[in-house]
């Protein structure tokens, strides 16, 4: 009797094993292909993390016959306020490898700024560094940050990158080289450290 019980809690324990995995089975094999999905980085050929350390020179030409910054959008107050409170700009600013002006090209700084501070001249800068030199023609960085202009260094977030530039995080540091006060004409050295594959 008790062999017989047992031989019986056996039987039932294994089929309710069997019971269960074949239901894991059919749920695996009538899973609906979803719209993600999980993969390896090397399916997209990427190796190894590494870090970029770019050094270029930004002009924001504001003045004179060819402008590469030009005000598109102002408040009624803005130009009662100090710091221009709701301006925005739109820029193609060149970068070059040196400062100056005719030296070698190696992008664009094409995006917007606009000034979103109250109390201080802080501009919301929305942009993509669109490279055209070297390995990186055709690649770019896109930043998202705040540029307090008259700090000695101000610094940006790298929020993603294009190109050799996929998966990109890291920053830019802004470091005023020349500034013309009379025409507000300026050129802005950057070291931008990205970490990408
Ligand atoms: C601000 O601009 C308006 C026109 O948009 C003009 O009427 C006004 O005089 C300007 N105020 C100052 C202080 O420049
Ligand atoms: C960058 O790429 C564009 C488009 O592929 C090409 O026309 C241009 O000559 C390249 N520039 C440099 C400097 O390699």
Do not use: W
């Amino acid at each position: 009797m008790a062999k017989s019980i047992s031989s019986l809690i056996i039987f039932l324990t294994f089929s309710l094993f069997s019971y269960f995995c074949s239901l894991g089975v059919a749920a695996a094999s009538s899973k609906p292909r979803g719209f993600a999905r999980t993969l390896l980085p090397e399916t997209l050929g990427l190796k190894r993390e590494k870090i970029t350390h770019l050094h270029f020179y930004f002009h924001d030409i504001v003045s004179g016959r060819n402008p590469t910054a030009i005000k598109v959008a102002a408040a009624a107050s803005t130009n009662r306020s100090l710091t221009e409170f709701g301006l925005v700009v739109v820029m193609d600013d060149p970068l070059t490898e040196t400062p100056e002006p005719t030296s070698r090209q190696v992008g664009r700084a094409q995006g917007i700024y606009s000034s979103a501070s109250l109390d201080d001249l802080s501009l919301l800068m929305v942009l993509n560094y669109a490279f055209t030199h070297g390995k990186y023609n055709g690649s770019t960085l896109s930043i998202l940050g705040r540029n307090t202009v008259f700090s000695e260094v101000r610094e940006m977030p790298v929020v993603g990158g294009t190109g050799l530039f996929r998966f990109a995080r890291g920053y830019a540091q802004a470091k005023t080289h020349t500034i013309d006060l009379n025409t507000g004409d300026a050129v802005v050295e950057y070291n931008v450290f990205v970490v990408h594959y």
